[in-house]
């Protein structure tokens, strides 16, 4: 029999964790699989971490992971994935706003063949200037940087096989890109529409200051995808821009010179023609010693720079 494993973080949810434990149960029992619901306690100031020892006590289904202080919503998620014994994982918030009658859904959904199946808040119940703005322009950025079109990368609420997430490493905040870091490695993702409820307890752990941090992570994701093990690519694509165009206006003051016979030493535009020539060199340096870490981290780890979906004899 296959077994789901639910992977929750939960940073200060004292109100939502039985709750949610009782809804969650509800909707387990009713499926034809063994469980397990992994609760991973980010550094929680209040009583959270007494009610999942609680409800461990009283249920051998549920695991608790304890960290020394808050890590972040990433790094739980990791160490629920470490945890996880089941073939598939869910993964969803403590906050209730997550229902978890979808769950059903998402593994019926996987049943078609894919790997991951990601929700879609598509009515989504928060404030639309703090929340559903700021995550609808970077629900757009996102699918246009890494060319994985999803309406809702923020959901939580996914379903993943488990080979999929114990091969990714994640880092920073980059939970929300599970999909597109996984794309790299040519599974198959769905999107279906989830059911999203409004917060009647607790408090809400996210403002727009989070928005700049997913600006930031996508721009690692973007060279982790598309030039991390051909790094000579961008930094040597940019080292040559530069020195061609400084060799250009070179080329231009010498024509300035000796044909019009006019000083150069002068004119700000020298200045610039040295600068561009000796960015490029350093650029294009940079690019053949990040070339030179890549093969010896491959070549050291023996990592794969590939992912293999099945064999056949």
């Known amino acids: 029999m296959k077994k789901l494993s639910v992977v929750i973080p939960v940073y200060n949810e004292e109100e939502n964790l039985l709750p949610l434990y009782e809804e969650l149960k509800e909707v387990l029992k009713n499926l034809p699989m063994e469980h397990e619901i992994i609760l ?3 550094g929680s100031g209040d009583r959270s971490w007494e009610i999942i020892k609680d409800l461990a006590g009283r ?4 695991k608790g992971i304890r ?3 808050n890590f972040g919503q990433t790094p739980a998620m990791v160490a629920g994935f470490d945890e996880a014994t089941g073939d598939v994982v869910v993964t969803m918030d403590a906050d209730r706003q997550n229902d978890p009658r979808d769950i059903p859904k998402l593994l019926k959904k996987m ?3 894919y790997d991951i199946v990601s929700g879609w808040r598509k009515d989504r119940k928060d404030p639309f200037l703090t929340r559903k703005l700021p995550s ?3 629900n757009k950025l996102i699918s246009w940087v890494t060319g994985l079109h999803l309406h809702d990368y923020g959901c939580t609420l996914k379903a993943y096989k488990t080979e999929v997430v114990k091969n990714i490493d994640l880092y920073g ?3 929300r890109f599970i999909p597109a870091v996984a794309s790299m490695y040519g599974v198959d993702v769905a999107e279906i529409v989830v059911n999203h409820r409004p917060r009647v307890a607790g408090k809400s752990k996210y403002g727009l200051s989070r928005t700049f941090k997913v600006i930031l992570d996508l721009i690692s994701l973007k060279f982790l995808m598309s030039y991390s093990t051909r790094p000579l690519h961008i930094f040597g694509g940019l080292g040559l821009l530069s020195f061609s165009l400084g060799m250009l206006s070179g080329l231009y003051l010498t024509y300035i ?3 019009h016979k006019k000083p150069i030493g002068n004119r700000p535009l020298l200045s610039l023609t040295v600068l561009l020539i000796l960015a490029g060199v350093q650029l294009i340096v940079l690019g053949l010693l990040g070339e030179l ?3 010896t981290y491959y070549e050291s780890s023996r990592k794969k720079i590939y992912s293999v979906k099945e064999k056949i004899p």
């Open 40 to 42: 991973v306690d980010d």
């Open 59 to 62: 249920d051998p289904a549920v």
């Open 67 to 69: 960290f020394r202080r």
């Open 111 to 113: 049943e078609e063949g």
């Open 136 to 138: 609808m322009i970077a």
């Open 173 to 175: 905040q980059m939970h």
């Open 257 to 259: 010179k000796y044909v």
């Open 293 to 295: 870490l890549t093969r």
